[in-house]
Nanobody, 122 residues
Framework: QVQLVESGGGLVQAGGSLRLSCAAS????????MHWFRQAPGKEREFVAA????????YYADSVKGRFTISRDNVKNTVFLQMNSLKPEDTAVYYCAAHPDNGAYTYTPRFWGQGTQVSVSS
C-alpha cells in the first residue's frame, strides 16, 4: 500500500510558476512509476506527466511539454512537478499517482493522492 499526499498548489497569475510536491509513505517509491494527472471543472481527468523509477525516463502530455518537468527523489520518497509558463487552461486539481513499474506509464495507476488545487488567473 502506498499513501500519497500532494502539496504546493495555489493561485498564480498567467506566466507564473508553481512547484507541486507529492510525499509518499508505505512503500519505497523506487518500485513505482510516478504520475501526475489533473482534472478541470466539468472535464475528465487527464494525464500530465510520469517518471519511471530511475527518473531517467519521463513522459509528458503534449499540452505541458516544454513547460512542466517531473522529477523524483527516491531517497526522500517525494515526486515533484515544476510548472512554468502557466496558463489559465492549466487550472485544475492536480493528482499524484503511483503504479508498480512495468516499463511504461498508465492511465489507471493503482494508488492516488487526494489532489491539490492549482488556479491560474489571466
Amino acid at each position: 500500500q502506498v499513501q500519497l499526499v500532494e502539496s504546493g498548489g495555489g493561485l498564480v497569475q498567467a506566466g507564473g510558476s508553481l512547484r507541486l510536491s507529492c510525499a509518499a509513505s508505505g512503500r519505497t517509491l523506487s518500485l513505482y512509476t510516478m504520475h501526475w494527472f489533473r482534472q478541470a471543472p466539468g472535464k475528465e481527468r487527464e494525464f500530465v506527466a510520469a517518471a519511471r523509477w530511475s527518473g531517467d525516463r519521463t513522459y509528458y502530455a503534449d499540452s505541458v511539454k516544454g513547460r512542466f518537468t517531473i522529477s523524483r527523489d527516491n531517497v526522500k520518497n517525494t515526486v515533484f512537478l515544476q510548472m512554468n509558463s502557466l496558463k489559465p487552461e492549466d487550472t485544475a486539481v492536480y493528482y499524484c499517482a503511483a503504479h508498480p513499474d512495468n516499463g511504461a506509464y498508465t492511465y489507471t495507476p493503482r494508488f492516488w493522492g487526494q489532489g491539490t488545487q492549482v488556479s491560474v488567473s489571466s
